[in-house]
């Protein structure tokens, strides 16, 4: 990972950039720190503190492999930073499980930008898995998360890749996959009533655009943003809109 210097601190792991109210970024089952390289640069200049933990998903026992575990994980991580009152930025699975957090810990979360994110619907590599050995098969997987398959760098694929051929952390993928899909967070979202931002690609195939209408209709303080020419991970392909669309919405929201 270049450029980004990982703190350890206890059994933590988290990258830290500049001062003020604080934003905490999720990162996907597939998707690392490298992934928000835009974010960390640009919100420190407005006043923002940017928190990026690295989520354990393949340290922990099978039966804590889990949102819920994930989430408990984020609540002690903060209660370690001392945070009490965040802005929350989750995508993919970052997304679910700031919003589990959210549910379980309302009193903490100021505001909740949901990119990508699955709790309603996603489609996963599903079969892709008994293919794993082919590298041009995962290739063409990882470039169709994205609207320009040019996003999907070697690095990533080799990435996407050593993780589907490692035996621990398939299984603990799939075991994720399988809790995500349990989680379903239909009826408790109408209960969410914290700004929500909903920041999501015209052209995603991993959560598709309809997935992102239904969190719009179902969280009750919530605010819908399209990017075109987009697919699941916008702060990637339209890393300036995607900035500029959370920091407009933090604006106006008072956050």
């Keep these: 990972m270049k450029n980004i210097n990982i703190i350890e601190e206890k059994s933590f792991k988290y990258v830290e950039f500049g001062n003020g109210q604080p934003i905490i970024i999720l990162h996907g089952l597939m998707g690392g720190l490298s992934n928000f390289n835009c974010v960390f640069s640009f919100f420190p200049k407005y006043g923002y503190k940017i928190i990026m933990p690295v989520l354990p998903l393949y340290e922990k026992p099978i039966d804590e492999t889990n949102v819920k575990d994930f989430a408990e994980y984020l609540n002690e991580f903060l209660k370690f930073k001392k945070i009490n009152s965040m802005i929350l930025i989750g995508n993919s699975l970052g997304g679910h499980i700031s919003l589990l957090f959210t549910k379980l810990f309302f009193q903490k979360v100021k505001g909740l930008v949901l990119t990508g994110s699955s709790g309603l619907y996603e489609n996963s590599m599903g079969n892709a898995y008994p293919k794993r050995g082919n590298y041009e098969y995962i ?83 919530s605010k819908l943003v399209w990017i075109n020419n987009c697919g699941h991970a916008p702060m990637m392909e339209h890393p300036n809109e995607f900035n500029n669309s959370i920091l407009s919405w933090l604006k106006n929201t008072k956050l």
């Excluded at 760098?153 to 589907?164: A, P, Y």
């Excluded at 209960?191 to 655009?209: A, E, F, M, R, Y």
């Design 139 to 221: 290739k063409k997987k990882t470039e169709e998360v994205f609207f320009d398959p040019k996003v999907a760098t070697k690095e990533l694929v080799d990435e996407v890749f050593e993780t589907v051929n490692d035996r621990n952390k398939l299984i603990k993928t799939l075991t994720i996959a399988k809790s995500a899909i349990r989680h379903n967070m239909a009826k408790d979202l109408p209960k969410l009533k914290v700004p929500s931002l909903i920041i999501w690609g015209k052209q995603d195939n991993v959560t598709p655009p309809n997935v992102a209408e239904e969190f719009h209709r179902l969280l009750p303080n």
